[in-house]
Structure formats: C-alpha cells, structure tokens
C-alpha cells in the first residue's frame, strides 16, 4: 500500500479517495489522460448543453463505487484480500480506455467490427507491459477468468457499478431527473452467495427502480432523436470523406494534417501495436477540427453536412413503431434533390433509414438474482412485482428518418 494519499472533488460523489500506487500509475498514465478528452455522451450537448462531462469523470465515478460496494461485501463476510481489492479497482478504472472519440456514435467507424471492449484490453495489456504485469489480476477479473465471479459481475452486469455511475452522473449533467437511481442503497444490498453477486430482498424496489430508470434515460437521453440525429450525421461525414478519398487520393482539402488521417485513409484493418499507439491518442478534438476544416471542403455534400453539424442546424428526425414506406422515403428523397439541386446518390447522405434500439434486460447474457430471507434465490423477471413483468426483457425498437423537413 502505498503512503501517498490523494482526494479529487467530484460534483456527483463528493470527494474520491485515491490511495494505492497501482492506481496513481494508472490515472497518471497517457492512456488514461486521454479519457478526459473524449465526451462521455458523444453528441448529447447538442440537446442538453450540460452533458459535456468526461469519461474520465465516469471512470472515477465508477472506481469510486467499486471502493464502496467492496468495502459493504467485506463488512458482510465476504473474503476479498487486498490484492484483489486493487485489481478490481484497477479493473474498473480501465473498464472503458478502448471509448474512441465521441464514443459509441462513432464505433466501429475508424476501427470497424472492433468493439470497445477488445480494445479496452488490448489497451489494458499494454499497459500491463508498461506495469511490469502489476495488471494481471485486472485484467483476468475483467476477462471473467477469475475464480471468484462476482468482481467481474461488479464491474460488467445487469446490476454493476459502470451502470450505476453513468445513470446517476448521467442524470446529473444532463439535469433529466428521470435517471436517479437509489445507488447507495443499492451497493448496501449487494451480497455474495454461491459466488455471484445477488441482490438481498429488501432491495428489490431499489433495483427495479434502477431498471426504469435505464429504461426511461434511454429513450430520453441516450436515443433521443435529436442525439439520433447529430450521430447520424456525424457518420455519414466519415462516410463521405471516405469515399471521396477513394475517388481522389490527392484531394489536398481531405487530409486533417492530424491523427485521423490514418484511421480514415491508411489503416488496414489489422490492429497491429502502431494501431494501437495511434488510436491512443485520438480523441474529440481531432474529429471536430476535422468537422471545421471539411465544412469549407468544395464537395459540396461534406460541405453542407459539417457546416450543419458544426452550427446545429441538424437534420430533421422522426421516430415510429413500424418502418417507414417507400413512398414516404422516396417523397423525402424527391424534395432533397430539388431543394439542394443534388443527385439522387448525394441525396443519400441527407436523407436516410435506420432502427434505434433499447433492451433494458438482456437474460441471455446476466440476470439480477434476488437472495431471499429463506436462502432461495429468484430472477428478478420472476418476482411479482407492479413495475417488473414478463415483457421486461423485450428489446423496444423504433425506426427513424432522417431528412430535411
């Protein structure tokens, strides 16, 4: 343990104390800095213009309930020794390093069919080297290969403390009450049986309220069709310097002169340790300066879109039920190429189709058990509860148009 003792004033938590060497190494790392430029909600600022916190904030926010959630399972007998408490903790201040810029909106964009969970270890392992392997215990605990299950379930579950951070600071910045979550009555439910973390009985209201509470963020928040919308167009920016990169590699007025340029033009698809290094110093900034210097690009289309993006003057979005006819799609089509004297092609990129969905409860991949008085343990879709039934676990879809008007 080390003598040095630090504490960071945090506006959702209070103060958060930083007390082993392992974890001043890890937040004094480059990898780590570069989280304080990477939005935590992408694009979300655009609708609530206090949203422009961190993944850095997250990160701390999220160790900070790690450091609280194991301190109530040890005062409940649970064996957890000061190594693992330190793996855990280092674990989770790690679990997001893989977030590119403006974080999921552009997934899979620079890095394509790479989630931010394989790079978030690769990252890790590398780190590792640079640790002398002082990561090896976070990184199993992270993988799920460490015998003791639950501080992997603390970290990445239907109930774990990622999910708890970023709807309780989530809810804060963005001032939508609807995402407050009784958090700290939650982690004092917390409790270890056949080595899986449960929910003890009394926690039940707490943990379904936490589950609404997903739910109404996400479509007021995480899916709003405005968000939606900026996302969308943010995309399809990347898509058009793509191409246009593609018919003319010479194109002076497409390059950044940054970082970026490698993950559009260059890139090979093997994420190699120069890949690597290189992803690692991507964040916001590069794409939004990229954003200004396109929107003065003679293309025409990029132009327009950046210009768009950059003032706000977002696409108009409209979200239903059921998919959207030909009719109504060609109609917005039609109106695209003679407003913006533009090809059909070039009307693609203004007027365009997708789904948004929301699955609140995922079985397949974790369940929220319920350790009861009597020792019986029960699914919390099992529970007869008002606010918890059946359909919990159906994905709620919704088609969306992006378009002019």
């Not at 978030?120 to 003791?148: V, W």
């Not at 639950?150 to 999910?163: A, C, K, T």
Request: charged fraction near 20%; charge should be neutral; glycine fraction near 4%.
């Amino acid at each position: 343990m080390s003598s040095k003792r630090k504490i960071i004033n945090d506006p959702v938590y209070g103060f958060i104390t930083i007390e082993h060497s392992l974890i001043f190494n890890i937040i004094a790392h480059p990898y780590y800095q570069r989280l304080r430029r990477i939005h935590q909600m992408a694009l979300a600022f655009l609708v609530y213009p206090g949203a422009v916190h961190t993944r850095l904030h997250h990160s701390l926010g999220a160790y900070h309930l790690m450091c609280n959630a194991l301190n109530e399972l040890k005062a409940k007998g649970t064996i957890i020794t000061p190594e693992e408490e330190v793996a855990t903790k280092a674990a989770i201040l790690l679990h997001d390093i893989g977030h590119g810029p403006f974080s999921h909106s552009l997934e899979h964009q620079l890095i394509p069919n790479i989630h931010h969970e394989t790079l978030s270890l690769q990252i890790m392992q590398a780190m590792n080297e640079d640790f002398n392997g002082e990561l090896e215990t976070a990184i199993d605990i992270f993988t799920d290969k460490y015998p003791k299950k639950f501080l992997h379930q603390l970290i990445s579950g239907q109930v774990d403390v990622d999910r708890m951070d970023y709807l309780t600071r989530d809810s804060f910045y963005t001032g939508v009450s609807e995402g407050v979550i009784g958090y700290d009555r939650i982690l004092k439910m917390l409790i270890i049986h056949n080595n899986q973390l449960m929910v003890e009985e009394k926690g039940i209201y707490s943990t379904e309220k936490f589950l609404v509470a997903r739910r109404q963020m996400y479509w007021q928040v995480y899916l709003h069709k405005t968000v939606l919308a900026a996302e969308k167009m943010l995309v399809h920016i990347l898509k058009r310097v793509k191409l246009l990169y593609q018919q003319n590699n010479t194109d002076i007025h497409i390059k950044t002169g940054g970082l970026l340029d490698y993950f559009l033009f260059d890139y090979t698809n093997v994420l190699d340790k120069k890949a690597l290094e290189q992803f690692c110093k991507l964040d916001d900034a590069d794409i939004t300066f990229a954003v200004k210097k396109w929107s003065t690009h003679p293309d025409f289309v990029l132009s327009q879109l950046s210009t768009r993006l950059l003032n706000r003057n977002l696409l108009k979005i409209k979200l239903q039920s059921e998919p959207f006819n030909t009719s109504q799609i060609t109609a917005k089509m039609d109106e695209a190429i003679e407003k913006l004297a533009i090809s059909p092609e070039e009307a693609t990129y203004f007027v365009f189709t997708g789904e948004a969905k929301n699955t609140l409860y995922k079985t397949s991949d974790e369940r929220i058990n319920i350790l009861f008085k009597d020792g019986t343990v029960k699914d919390i879709t099992a529970i007869d509860a008002p606010l918890i039934h059946q359909t919990i676990s159906m994905p709620v879809k919704k088609f969306y148009i992006c378009s002019l008007t």
